[in-house]
């Protein structure tokens, strides 16, 4: 009986098997590549809001602090949104007819909220609080970028979790001297592995191995 | 026959409508990400005002704020409530320079940014009539504002308020204070770097 296969159909049949396994591998890393990519992580995407509120006419023209209007970032978990009284502090007299201002004016008007674009939104499975990690010595701009170069608010990192752990691993790269805290422009020294381990002794940062616990972030 | 076929039918479209009518995807898929609960300052559908965080019903006090009474003091008095020292002292300054240095200006005054950017130029802290001025009358501005100030009770608590009036205080001081009453150490000094120390020194530095 003769053969059905002609001996060049090994190669097609080796090269099938090969192509399985490369395409598998391609198709997973591209998954995972878009997993990771701002189509879903919205990383570097500035979010349109009801006001056109600019972070760096306010934080950086006009060297506000973040704390006049994100007053609870000290004291709670979240930064806070301002209510619509801290705009009018000082736009009851400043620009106080322009039109894209209405908004502003008609909710301190009615007391309704004016509905802002959540930019930096975390899954509801993890923990997070603010004031534990600006009392220990974690800046702003650590994780929300340069905020006061930032017309329209975007999300300056991925928020992934492989993001949150890779700073709970190394928490000395991001420790600052508590004065600096608020300072957009701060830049890591050159010596900032030392500084930062010292930082770390005296304020009491937890190890690693409890850092990076999943009941840390996940309770 | 045709007839119980068609009614058999109907029954089964109908139980299959009432499962799938089941499959609402915010019953079925639940998303660890977005539980069914209000994270602070979330909108909400079921109040009318499509807020999640309820105001203050009228006439009540929020749970812990009683422990502020004793900070209230009367807009004639010049009490201070709370024991100065140099920790509140660094305290008033970190706060001034947030919440009052816009307008007021880093050194009082009242050339701060927002002024700069048109804001109503608020009046210097070394004036006579603002040193003469009692704590509570600076207590009650801050609390309840004045002339084009909006109140700032919401954005700094009763005891950063009379921080603040203690460093408001200091800045005046500042420019008012005797050589001959400032201590040794620095009294030597101002007199290495040549300034008269009899009179008033023109740019006090807080020490």
Known sequence: ?219 | MKISASITGGILLAVCGLAFAGCNEELTRQDMANQPKYRPQAPSEFFPDGRSERPLIENTVARGSLVNDGLVVPKDSNVFPLPINQALLDRGEERYKIYCSPCHGLQGDGNGMIVERGMKRPPSYHIDRLRQSPNGYFYDVITNGFGSMYSYSAQIPPKDRWAIIAYVRALQLSRNAKGSELPESLRAKIAASGVESGGAIAKGEKE
């Open chain 1, 1 to 219: 009986m003769a053969q059905i296969f002609h001996r060049s159909t090994n190669f097609i049949a080796r090269f099938s098997l090969f192509s399985a396994i490369f395409l598998g591998g391609l198709a997973l890393t591209g998954i995972l590549a878009l997993a990771r990519s701002p189509y879903f992580t919205r990383q570097n995407i500035a979010r349109e809001q009801p006001v056109q509120f600019s972070h760096k006419h306010h934080a950086g023209d006009d060297g506000i602090d973040c704390r006049y209007c994100h007053t609870s970032v000290e004291s709670s978990a979240t930064a806070g949104i301002p209510p619509t009284k801290t705009c009018m502090n000082c736009h009851s007299v400043l620009f106080n007819n322009a039109g894209y201002l209405e908004p502003v004016r008609e909710s301190y008007r009615t007391d309704t909220s004016i509905p802002w674009v959540k930019v930096h939104r975390l899954g509801e499975f993890a923990y997070f609080n603010h004031s534990i990690h600006v009392s220990k010595g974690v800046g702003c701009s650590t994780c929300h970028g340069p905020v006061n170069q930032m017309p329209l608010v975007f999300q300056a990192n991925t928020l992934l979790m492989q993001w949150c752990i890779d700073c709970h691993r190394n928490p000395e790269a991001a420790l600052r001297p508590l004065d600096q805290v608020y300072n957009m422009d701060w830049k890591a020294p050159a010596d900032q592995a030392k500084i930062g381990h010292d930082f770390a002794v005296q304020r009491k940062i937890r190890t690693t191995v409890e850092l990076t616990s999943c009941s840390t972030c996940h309770r």
